[in-house]
């Protein structure tokens, strides 16, 4: 069940249709779960976002990235900084199969379009969290076939959280995390627009729980951490029309919506962001634009549109990562390894006094 299954919401603005970073029109998102245990125990997956329905090699959108600590990776991050462009779905997996991601998506954006490889290389977008507490990252990595299949079953709609695509072998909290994910609309002097947000989470201490506002981790008292911190990445999406250095801004604003559940970017923990917008499509061939946004640097007003996306990210970021930690459930890894689903039944009292 989600956060709002149990009565309690997050911040004040209104979500979307499903609560989904889908909810921003176009978003598509593929998941592939993966679980093994011979030749050697696999507990990962593929989660994938696609940007719209097109082909993102060959139509870009604006993009910024934000880290808040630096121990994971995000391939194409250097080239999305210094163009400011999105031109790959972004793809997330387990430390382990960044490499096969990488080839999948390649072969992939190819195969959509033969000519990708004319008018510039493709850079994809493959992110990872370390899922090695549950999966044998000393075997191989997820087969590109995997990749495939999250590509092709893409789809508009509600999105799986908790213990599923690559999310499937993650913490949080000393808990089974996962994806996690959530929408907010918003309503401008310019028209409507929804944000939405996406996050894999594997990261946190049991005392540093939080849950809105209350340290709910340390309420229910030690119960014997396990699992292995390993990063959180994050994705924002939205319809408003947002330049690149606005959505850079937009990225950093998810490193507050983890504090707010209680991360402190934890030292060997990697917290990445990238942001990106739908309103404007830009062709390989675009030479010149003409593309109305938001304006930022207003110095005062509450009701700046600017604030209320600030205000969106932070509420989504929040309650898509609790949003993972009430979804999970309870999964057995390699060597034994377990990691318990959050134990709701056992310590609802504790909820309700949030």
């Given at each position: 069940?989600?956060?709002?299954?149990?009565?309690?919401?997050?911040?004040?603005?209104?979500?979307?249709?499903?609560?989904?970073?889908?909810?921003?029109?176009?978003?598509?998102?593929?998941?592939?779960?993966?679980?093994?245990?011979?030749?050697?125990?696999?507990?990962?997956?593929?989660?994938?976002?696609?940007?719209?329905?097109?082909?993102?090699?060959?139509?870009?959108?604006?993009?910024?990235?934000?880290?808040?600590?630096?121990?994971?990776?995000?391939?194409?991050?250097?080239?999305?900084?210094?163009?400011?462009?999105?031109?790959?779905?972004?793809v997330l997996t387990g430390t382990r199969s960044v490499g096969?991601?990488?080839?999948?998506?390649?072969?992939?954006?190819?195969?959509?379009?033969?000519?990708?490889?004319?008018?510039?290389?493709?850079?994809?977008?493959?992110?990872?969290?370390?899922?090695?507490?549950?999966?044998d990252n000393r075997g191989a990595a997820l087969p590109t076939?995997?990749?495939?299949?999250?590509?092709?079953?893409?789809?508009?709609?509600?999105?799986?959280?908790?213990?599923?695509?690559?999310?499937?072998?993650?913490?949080?909290?000393?808990?089974?995390?996962?994806?996690?994910?959530?929408?907010?609309?918003?309503?401008?002097?310019?028209?409507?627009?929804?944000?939405?947000?996406?996050?894999?989470?594997?990261?946190?201490?049991?005392?540093?729980?939080?849950?809105?506002?209350?340290?709910?981790?340390?309420?229910?008292?030690?119960?014997?951490?396990?699992?292995?911190?390993?990063?959180?990445?994050?994705?924002?999406?939205?319809?408003?029309?947002?330049?690149?250095?606005?959505?850079?801004?937009?990225?950093?604003?998810?490193?507050?919506?983890?504090?707010?559940?209680?991360?402190?970017?934890?030292?060997?923990?990697?917290?990445?962001?990238?942001?990106?917008?739908?309103?404007?499509?830009?062709?390989?061939?675009?030479?010149?634009?003409?593309?109305?946004?938001?304006?930022?640097?207003?110095?005062?007003?509450?009701?700046?549109?600017?604030?209320?996306?600030?205000?969106?990210?932070?509420?989504?970021?929040?309650?898509?990562?609790l949003n993972a930690l009430f979804e999970a459930k309870s999964?057995?890894?390699?060597?034994?390894?377990?990691?318990?689903?959050?134990?709701?039944?056992?310590?609802?009292?504790?909820?309700?006094?949030?």
């Open positions: 069940m989600r956060l709002r299954d149990y009565g309690f919401a997050v911040g004040y603005l209104p979500t979307g249709r499903h609560n989904a970073i889908t909810d921003v029109p176009g978003i598509k998102v593929g998941q592939v779960t993966v679980v093994m245990n011979e030749p050697t125990v696999i507990r990962s997956g593929v989660t994938v976002i696609f940007p719209h329905s097109g082909n993102p090699a060959w139509e870009r959108v604006y993009a910024g990235t934000d880290v808040l600590n630096g121990y994971g990776v995000m391939t194409g991050r250097a080239a999305i900084d210094e163009w400011g462009l999105l031109g790959s779905p972004i096969s991601g990488y080839e999948a998506t390649m072969q992939y954006l190819t195969q959509m379009d033969p000519g990708v490889a004319d008018f510039d290389i493709a850079i994809p977008v493959v992110a990872e969290c370390d899922d090695g507490y549950l999966n076939s995997a990749f495939f299949d999250a590509f092709n079953g893409a789809c508009e709609g509600p999105v799986a959280e908790g213990s599923v695509g690559a999310g499937t072998g993650m913490q949080l909290f000393g808990y089974k995390g996962g994806i996690g994910t959530a929408s907010r609309r918003i309503v401008g002097e310019s028209g409507q627009f929804t944000l939405g947000v996406l996050v894999n989470t594997n990261f946190g201490r049991q005392h540093q729980l939080i849950v809105r506002g209350h340290p709910v981790g340390l309420g229910i008292g030690q119960t014997g951490e396990r699992g292995q911190e390993g990063s959180c990445i994050g994705v924002v999406a939205t319809d408003a029309p947002l330049l690149p250095h606005q959505l850079k801004r937009l990225a950093k604003r998810m490193g507050l919506g983890l504090a707010r559940t209680g991360s402190v970017a934890n030292d060997s923990s990697g917290e990445l962001f990238l942001a990106f917008g739908t309103a404007t499509r830009i062709a390989r061939d675009t030479r010149t634009m003409d593309v109305p946004y938001v304006v930022d640097g207003q110095m005062s007003g509450h009701e700046i549109l600017i604030n209320r996306l600030f205000d969106a990210t932070v509420e989504a970021t929040e309650e898509a990562v999964v057995v890894g390699r060597d034994g390894n377990h990691l318990d689903a959050f134990p709701l039944d056992r310590y609802g009292h504790v909820l309700k006094t949030v």
